[in-house]
């Protein structure tokens, strides 16, 4: 009996001790929720219990459902061998955990956040498919949770690395628009990367390894709803060079569509203090935000009544580098507001690289009169490129207000590229006043910058504001380089309003010797035919004071323009060397005095005016002029090889000049060769007796006209008096040298006028 007994207990202790040892034993394999564990935050328990000593999988069964008892923490990690998995299992609804109720909001007095489920210095961890919501008994912005998923800082040496959060739905409440705390600007957050410790999320850490980054995590094909703001991700913002302590590589939405996130219905909290963000990031170094689909409101959310942004860098460290690519944003914002609207936008970036190609701008309504940014750069990074985004259905709503749909106002240190970009934009106001710029590149200072193959597409509305096609006015360091090329107007430009100026291409760059080329672009199907308003075509100012650029001016196009204001064709001022050459002006007519071909050169710096064509010009009011070329000031000029056939003006009550085909005024050493003017017609002439000029001399000194051909039509005029010069000077210029020039004068004087 005794012994019995005795080997009973012995037979329950060996027995107590193998489940104490099994209880304990490092988890390996694969588990169940329900079944292995009642509860994912039950097997979170166990893993933070045990650990791991080979890869684990939790498979939590379809539908499945969780009312969380307070925040999900995660202290366990993987290695890139054993690995921890926690992934929805068989088909059917992702499994989903409730938040808790009754959370508490965090502020500068207090040290923790409320979320769902958080990763406190985890490894290797991938979340698949497990859905995240808010607790409907939680209907104030203090019982709201602060976020769905988290990656917090254990220590200073343990970041959250290599992490996958995937496949999940993450639906919070956007009545959360508060700052939390220090670190923590966005309301709530559907996945939050944050510098901090979890009990203590107002004290950012200074991380002394690299280990202590938050690092390498992905974030794929989830989709967050119903916050104030998708992602927020902020590091340590004050890594040394060269930076291995800083948050590094951290990727929101992968490589391609299929692993891009969805961020829909954000924003839109009842009289919002905060802006609101489809995805904000500081401090992160070589990030990558990629093929996500960011939407405020989808027909079921709110338009958010302060600042809007769908992308959000705000570098917040020096050397930040990154991607924001192949992004579909969409966003309206509410009215009666006055706050801005940012769909891109790179901020508070000191060096480094940034990179915003292909993203897709659609749909988009700016309902504030406050500014509008489609891409916005004012970081003062080393490069910056915008390329290959294109703009679909891009409105404003308001009567007054600004808008720029790619503008840098950054210090750029070396280069600055924006090119192919596709852009479409319009007014949907009775009436309008904005101001409106297409492309604003200023502020930089560079080595190289690059405006090249843009389109605007199809614009037609009755604004009256100004508007600037292409503003370039960055600063260059010597022997610098620089590309407005190939752009264009695609479907027309159609302005309808009474008034308004227009700048195609308005060039200011900062002193330099820098080598400027404007070239290829085609300014043509502007009009603006009720307009008074000014046009501008290639309005190349420059700097005014030495040292100049060289400038070169070639093959650029500006045809079948309609306007009734004052023009500019093309406008060369303050330059070194420089070719205003090989440019067409075809089949125009304007109302206003036109300056087709307008040159004002500095001291003796080198300007060749070559083989340009003005051509089927016509000018239809009653009071004003057409001057083809007008020449003003310079040495060593050049004027060779160009064609104005068929210039053409209406006016009636002039009583001086009509047309000039070439005009020049106090210009020195300037050589006239090889030219063609042609057909010069002022059909409807008032009291002039000589409306008619082929080249008129005002004064200078030194100038060689040699083999240029002069033709005025044979033409008549219903006006008083009539008559035409082929070539006229006045007497005080000295050293006119004229050899073997063609003048034809082919029309019969009429009044007093002379020929």
């Known amino acids: 009996m005794v012994f019995r007994t005795t080997c009973k207990q012995l037979t329950i202790t060996v027995g107590l001790l193998i489940a104490s040892f099994a209880a304990k034993a490092q988890m390996n394999g694969t588990y169940t929720v329900p079944g292995s564990f009642p509860s994912i935050s039950a097997a979170v328990t166990a893993l933070n219990t045990q650990g791991v000593n080979g890869p684990v999988t939790i498979n939590v069964n379809a539908g499945y459902t969780e009312t969380a008892a307070g925040?999900?923490?995660?202290?366990?990690?993987?290695?890139?061998?054993?690995?921890?998995?926690?992934?929805?299992?068989?088909?059917?609804?992702?499994?989903k955990i409730t938040a808790m109720p009754n959370g508490i909001q965090l502020t500068t007095s207090t040290a923790g956040l409320d979320g769902i489920f958080a990763l406190n210095g985890s490894d290797y961890v991938t979340i698949d498919g497990i859905d995240l919501a808010e607790n409907s008994a939680n209907t104030t912005p203090t019982t709201c949770m602060?976020?769905?998923?988290?990656?917090?800082?254990a220590s200073s040496t343990d970041g959250c690395q290599y992490n996958t959060i995937k496949n999940s739905v993450i639906t919070l409440n956007r009545i959360n628009n508060n700052i939390a705390g220090n670190l923590m600007f966005a309301g709530n957050v559907g996945i939050l990367v944050i510098n901090a410790q979890i009990g203590s999320a107002n004290t950012a850490l200074?991380?002394?390894?690299?280990?202590?980054?938050n690092s390498y995590n992905k974030f794929y094909s989830n989709t967050i709803q119903n916050v104030n703001s998708g992602f927020y991700a902020i590091g340590f913002g004050n890594a040394p060079v060269p930076f291995t302590n800083a948050d590094l590589g951290n990727d929101f939405g992968g490589t391609s569509a299929a692993t891009g996130n969805q961020i829909l219905n954000f924003g839109g909290a009842t009289a919002a203090s905060q802006p609101a963000n489809g995805i904000q990031i500081g401090a992160q170094y070589n990030f990558n935000i990629?093929?996500?689909?960011?939407?405020?409101?989808?027909?079921?959310?709110?338009n958010h009544a302060n600042v809007l942004r769908g992308i959000y860098v705000n570098g917040s460290g020096a050397s930040v580098s990154g991607t924001i690519r192949n992004n579909s944003i969409s966003l309206v914002n509410a009215t009666g507001i006055a706050s801005t609207m940012e769909i891109i936008r790179t901020s508070a970036i000191t060096g480094g690289t940034i990179n915003v190609l292909n993203n897709t701008l659609l749909n988009c309504t700016h309902n504030s009169t406050g500014i509008f940014y489609g891409i916005w750069n004012d970081g003062t990074e080393a490069n910056v490129s915008i390329k290959n985004n294109t703009f679909t259905n891009v409105v404003s709503s308001v009567v007054t207000n600004t808008n720029y749909l790619i503008s840098n106002t950054g210090l750029v240190t070396n280069a600055l590229s924006i090119d192919n970009n596709s852009l479409s934009f319009n007014f949907t106001a009775a009436t309008s006043t904005a101001t409106l710029y297409w492309i604003n590149a200023g502020t930089a200072n560079l080595n190289y910058g690059s405006y090249s193959g843009n389109t605007i597409n199809n614009?037609?509305?009755?604004?009256?504001?100004?508007?600037?096609?292409?503003?370039?006015?960055?600063?260059?360091?010597a022997n610098a380089t620089e590309k407005i090329n190939n752009n264009a107007l695609v479907g027309g430009y159609q302005r309808t309003g009474t008034t308004g100026t227009t700048y195609g291409i308005y060039h200011y760059p900062g002193g330099s010797t820098a080598t400027d080329s404007i070239s290829?672009?085609?300014?043509?199907?502007?009009?603006?035919?009720n307009s008074t308003g000014s046009f501008y075509g290639v309005y190349d100012f420059g700097f005014s004071t030495a040292p100049y650029a060289n400038k070169y001016i070639v093959n650029n196009s500006i045809s079948n323009l309609r306007t009734n204001g004052l023009i500019y064709g093309f406008y060369n001022y303050y330059h070194n060397q420089s070719v205003l050459g090989y440019n067409t002006m075809l089949n125009d007519t304007v109302g206003g005095t036109a300056y087709c071909f307008y040159s004002s050169s500095t001291g003796t710096n080198i300007l060749d005016i070559r083989n340009n064509t003005?051509?089927?010009?016509?000018?239809?009011?009653?009071?004003?002029?057409?001057?083809?070329?007008?020449?003003?000031?310079?040495?060593?000029?050049?004027?060779?090889?160009?064609?104005?056939?068929?210039?053409?003006t209406y006016n009636t009550t002039n009583a001086g000049v009509s047309i000039y085909g070439f005009y020049f005024s106090t210009s020195t050493s300037t050589e006239i060769f090889n030219n063609q003017i042609s057909n010069l017609k002022a059909l409807t002439n008032g009291s002039s007796i000589t409306p008619l000029y082929g080249m008129y001399f005002a004064g200078g000194t030194s100038y060689k006209v040699f083999h240029n051909t002069i033709y005025i039509a044979n033409t008549t005029s219903s006006g008083t008096n009539f008559g035409a010069t082929g070539l006229y000077y006045v007497n005080t210029i000295s050293g006119l040298d004229l050899r073997n020039n063609i003048i034809n004068v082919d029309i019969a004087p009429k009044g007093t006028g002379i020929v």
Request: glycine share 12%.
């Open 71 to 95: 925040t999900i923490i995660l202290n366990a990690t993987g290695t890139a061998t054993n690995t921890i998995t926690i992934q929805k299992s068989g088909v059917g609804a992702n499994p």
């Open 459 to 477: 614009f037609i509305s009755n604004n009256t504001g100004t508007h600037y096609l292409f503003l370039i006015n960055p600063a260059y360091y």
């Open 290 to 302: 990629a093929y996500n689909t960011i939407n405020n409101n989808t027909g079921t959310g709110v």
């Open 614 to 648: 003005l051509k089927n010009f016509v000018q239809n009011s009653t009071t004003s002029q057409i001057i083809g070329l007008y020449q003003l000031g310079g040495t060593k000029i050049r004027v060779f090889n160009n064609n104005f056939d068929n210039l053409t």
């Open 206 to 213: 200074t991380i002394t390894s690299p280990s202590g980054s």
């Open 146 to 153: 602060e976020y769905g998923y988290g990656l917090f800082k």
């Open 520 to 529: 290829g672009n085609l300014l043509d199907g502007y009009k603006a035919i």
